[in-house]
């Protein structure tokens, strides 16, 4: 027992804090039980509990059975069909903190994976950028970065550009970025534009990345496709009221399929179907509100690797 002044307890009051103690934890007795067990007050016994806590007398060790993370990778694995399941450590619920830690967990399993004369497919956003801070300097040669889906030309910064210079310092490289807006006005001028020769060269070279990682997006108000500039009002109601989110640009619905055929030919993006032929298709994605959205993605059979938190991937057993 640890007391700071000992002078304010006496052998025999100690004796009594761990009786009371006992009787409480172990035996089971009620607070007025013990009293009338010891002759004492009720107060006293509330009092006697709270110095045990306090001093260490008493330690109280809260077993959660869903906290058993190799369990929870096993169920995950088996339900989705998914190769591997990576669980971030997550101290609360803050959407920064988890996004962090998400970044923290992915980058250290690339240096696991990541060989020499890799391509390495990346998408853009907040959680890719917690990735690249955490990326380590690799001593793998000849890897390659190439982006999965356009980002130029928009009205507002998806880290995209940081995100790039960040690959190519841990990877030695220089990435291939998609120089066109993510999302046309229309359909036939952007299959006219993904004709260049140097585009169909990073669209190509996207195909034939052995690594894709990416997350998914939200369809909250401030999801970032919505604030990028590219959607009218219209199409954004439509997509709130029938998507749960996107994977690299692509609107998907609940059951993981393409939620606006038309506005999908006018994004500049890797196919999903490809998605699905790589050796590591890695989702990264956590917090609450893309819990549907991850889930989508899962159904869909778009990755074959989930890094994710704990809450979520709890929630996911569930649905």
């Avoid at 260490?56 to 190799?70: L, R, Y």
């Avoid at 029938?242 to 030919?265: C, E, R, W």
Wanted: with cysteine.
């Amino acid at each position: 027992m640890h007391v700071e002044r000992k002078d304010d307890y006496s052998y025999e009051k100690i004796q009594q804090i761990i009786e009371v103690s006992r009787y409480y934890y172990q035996d089971g007795l009620s607070q007025m039980e013990i009293a009338k067990k010891m002759g004492l007050s009720r107060p006293t016994i509330s009092k006697a509990l709270k110095t045990a806590r306090e001093s260490g007398v008493v330690t109280i060790k809260i077993v959660d059975p869903f906290e058993n993370t190799d369990l929870i990778k096993q169920q995950l694995k088996k339900k989705y069909g998914l190769k591997e399941v990576l669980i971030a450590s997550q101290v609360n619920r803050d959407e920064r903190s988890i996004v962090n830690s998400l970044g923290e967990k992915a980058a250290a399993y690339l240096d696991e994976i990541v060989t020499d004369d890799d391509v390495i497919g990346i998408n853009w956003g907040t959680t890719m950028e917690a990735i690249a801070d955490h990326l380590h300097e690799s001593q793998c040669e000849n890897i390659r970065v190439v982006q999965l889906s356009s980002v130029t030309n928009s009205e507002e910064s998806n880290y995209s550009s940081d995100i790039t210079a960040k690959f190519n310092h841990a990877f030695h490289t220089q990435a291939n970025i998609l120089p066109l807006p993510v999302i046309f006005g229309d359909s036939k001028i952007k299959s006219v534009a993904v004709q260049d020769q140097f585009v169909d060269s990073v669209i190509q070279e996207g195909y034939r990345a052995s690594i894709a990682l990416f997350t998914v997006g939200t369809t909250r108000p401030k999801a970032m496709l919505f604030r990028l500039g590219y959607l009218e009002e219209k199409e954004i109601r439509f997509l709130r009221e029938n998507a749960v989110g996107d994977i690299v640009s692509h609107f998907i619905t609940s059951n993981g399929n393409i939620a606006d055929p038309k506005l999908d030919k006018r994004t500049v993006a890797i196919p999903l179907t490809k998605l699905k032929e790589k050796e590591y298709s890695i989702l990264v994605a956590g917090g609450e509100p893309k819990l549907l959205a991850i889930h989508a993605a899962l159904v869909g059979k778009y990755a074959n690797v989930l890094i994710v938190d704990q809450l979520v991937a709890k929630k996911l057993l569930e649905l």
